[in-house]
């Protein structure tokens, strides 16, 4: 694909992340809390628990912060946290699948309404725009991991489906149920990836004008700041020339 992909556009958007350092380890401990409650609190035998940790790791959370999340888990302390998906549309027609954790559904998806509302979008239905994505699982290493072809044999070798390589780094995708196993495979070749998640990967994009770019950069981290909102996927393309001026 040209130009930058959905995930190098958030990337983007979250290079302001080390000013909300507190909001992010607040949402890397809810998601270690919640997949300890479900699964085993062992993150060898509980991958969603695993990814999790691998998560935090990458943005640099403290150890202790990780270990008080798993503990909070096994003492069943703190709110039930229950999953929620909203889905709708923002500026330019983009596709837009947000993914929450929270304690009151009410509060979340007025907050979320909210967002797509004030910046050019609106809420849909549920599936609404789901067909636009193919649920994948996603591994993620910096460009420092390895060259393209040493990335793309290791990826071939682990089981997974596609690789994507960029100055920016190595996105291998796989099929959900196969992302414990292939992400363990690739450890031991690569080290511990920048993050390893199921994913929504667009099936086709959006070209974002310059002119809509703002607004759905601000719809974007409005919804980034929402306390519930643990992951945003998105199927938009922006042109490098724009990106360029976006970063002026």
């Known amino acids: 694909m040209a130009g930058h992909s959905k995930f190098k556009n958030i990337m983007f958007r979250k290079g302001a992340q080390d000013k909300k350092r507190a909001k992010l380890f607040s949402k890397l401990a809810k998601e270690i809390t919640v997949a300890a409650k479900l699964g085993m609190?062992?993150?060898?035998?509980?991958?969603?628990?695993?990814?999790?940790?691998?998560?935090?790791?990458?943005?640099?959370?403290?150890?202790?912060?990780?270990?008080?999340?798993?503990?909070?888990?096994?003492?069943?302390?703190?709110?039930?946290?229950?999953?929620?998906?909203?889905?709708?549309?923002?500026?330019?027609?983009?596709?837009?699948?947000?993914?929450?954790?929270?304690?009151?559904?009410?509060?979340?998806?007025?907050?979320?309404?909210?967002?797509?509302?004030?910046?050019?979008?609106?809420?849909?239905?549920?599936?609404?725009?789901?067909?636009?994505?193919?649920?994948?699982?996603?591994?993620?290493?910096?460009?420092?991991?390895?060259?393209?072809?040493?990335?793309?044999?290791?990826?071939?070798?682990a089981g997974a489906q596609d690789v994507e390589s960029s100055d920016d780094g190595h996105d291998i995708y796989c099929e959900p149920d196969d992302l414990h196993e292939v992400q363990k495979h690739l450890e031991k070749v690569l080290g511990e990836p920048a993050s390893a998640r199921l994913d929504w990967r667009p099936l086709n994009t959006v070209d974002v004008s310059a002119d809509r770019a703002p607004t759905l950069f601000n719809l974007l981290n409005a919804l980034d700041d929402s306390d519930d909102v643990q992951h945003v996927a998105a199927n938009f393309e922006i042109d490098d020339a724009v990106m360029a001026e976006l970063g002026d």
Do not use: W
Request: glycine share 10%; charged share 25%; aromatic share 6%.
């Open 41 to 157: 609190p062992d993150p060898e035998h509980n991958p969603r628990l695993r990814s999790a940790i691998v998560a935090a790791r990458a943005q640099s959370m403290p150890k202790d912060n990780i270990q008080r999340a798993m503990e909070k888990a096994a003492g069943g302390d703190g709110e039930n946290y229950e999953e929620a998906r909203y889905e709708g549309y923002g500026p330019g027609n983009v596709a837009l699948i947000v993914e929450a954790l929270t304690d009151n559904r009410n509060r979340t998806a007025g907050e979320v309404r909210t967002a797509f509302t004030k910046n050019g979008g609106s809420l849909g239905a549920s599936n609404s725009v789901a067909f636009n994505f193919e649920r994948v699982g996603s591994i993620k290493y910096p460009a420092s991991a390895g060259s393209e072809d040493a990335v793309m044999e290791a990826a071939i070798e």
